[in-house]
């Protein structure tokens, strides 16, 4: 008797631990989806951030964005797009941005911009302001420079400009997941729960990915008939 008290005890705990895993997030509240896909042009699942030297809420969310980026598998492709809402100083400092990044001194550049534009208030409109800041880093004058006003930089920069009128994005920090979808921390409540919807979302790619590369399989159709 008491074997089967245990397993209809049991029984009506699987729904509520069901229900307990479910998804806390609401389409149209904590993210929007959209109508169509935007293409990313990579086999990964693709997160892209995008956000604002001038912009507070971006500084405070970096910290959870970078713990975040660094737990994500080799499936998920993750990348930073500096907003050029800025008019000619945005563009400026988007092209220190992937000039670092070319260089691979985002990891020093990065937060030195930040605390320039929105501790310092360095202006930053010119490039020679720019240039004097990297400098006292320790990274080469004459290769930063050259590579803030190279072909390839002025590339990134207007890619950035196309993805962010892809996306519509108007508010940052803003990060889409696989061309699909778009969330921000005003829309969830708080970047501690954007993070969990980023998972959420990154999951449910890979999972249906991960569905479709298995039913595409040759000889998979027939071999169950």
Same mark, same amino acid.
Do not use: L, M, S, W
């Given at each position: 008797m008491s074997r089967l008290v245990s397993i209809v005890f049991v029984s009506l705990l699987l729904p509520l631990s069901a229900m307990a895993a479910a !998804?806390?997030?609401?389409?149209?509240?904590?993210?929007?989806?959209? !109508?169509? !896909?935007?293409?990313?042009g990579t086999g990964k699942v693709q997160v892209l951030e995008f956000f604002s030297y001038g912009c507070p809420h971006c500084r405070a969310f970096e910290p959870y964005f970078e713990k975040w980026k660094k737990e994500q598998p080799a499936g998920v492709e993750v990348r930073q797009i500096p907003s050029i809402m800025g008019g000619a100083r945005g563009r400026l400092i988007a092209e220190a941005f992937y000039a670092a990044e070319r260089l691979g001194v985002l990891d020093k550049v990065h937060p030195r911009l930040f605390e320039a534009v929105q501790v310092e208030r360095i202006p930053l409109n010119n490039e020679d302001q720019i240039i004097d800041l990297v400098k006292k880093l320790g990274i080469d004058e004459k290769a930063f420079r050259s590579e803030m006003d190279s072909f390839d930089v002025d590339t990134q920069v207007r890619k950035s400009m196309q993805l962010m009128m892809a996306y519509r994005i108007t508010g940052v920090p803003s990060v889409t997941i696989d061309g699909r979808y778009m969330t921000s921390g005003g829309m969830t409540g708080s970047f501690t729960d954007m993070i969990k919807l980023m998972d959420y979302l990154v999951d449910r790619e890979m999972q249906a990915r991960k569905a479709h590369s298995t039913s595409s399989v040759p000889g998979e159709t027939a071999s169950k008939q």
């Open positions: !998804p806390q997030f609401q389409e149209g509240k904590d993210y929007v989806r959209y !109508p169509t !896909p935007v293409a990313t």
